[in-house]
């Protein structure tokens, strides 16, 4: 619903569960289609298909740039991309609905 759409892109607790999430990616591995497969795995059950793992690092890859651009701290901006990947995770159909 567009409640629950806006509740998960600004309430605080979500963003603290992105960042905690983020955290545990950030410690399993430097690779970042490990992170990203590992974040699937963790959210929703399930590795990404090859292409949600294309459009991820995609994603990551445009958000860096953006924050970049934007003026980011250039420590900040690897950090800052993945909090905003964990978000989407948490954003997915299959993360939000049991079938």
Not at 13 to 27: D, I, P
Not at 75 to 91: G, H, I, N, S
Request: contains cysteine.
């Amino acid at each position: 619903t567009t409640v629950q759409s806006l509740y998960l892109l600004n309430n605080e607790f979500v963003h603290e569960q992105a960042k905690a999430l983020a955290a545990r990616l950030g410690k399993s591995g430097t690779d970042e289609q490990q992170r990203i497969a590992r974040g699937f795995e963790m959210t929703i059950g399930r590795l990404p298909s090859t292409s949600e793992r294309v459009r991820a690092e995609a994603f990551l890859t445009g958000y860096r740039q953006r924050l970049s651009a934007d003026g980011c701290e250039p420590a900040e901006v690897d950090t800052q991309a993945w909090r905003a990947f964990c978000r989407v995770l948490f954003k997915l159909n299959e993360f939000l609905y049991v079938d």
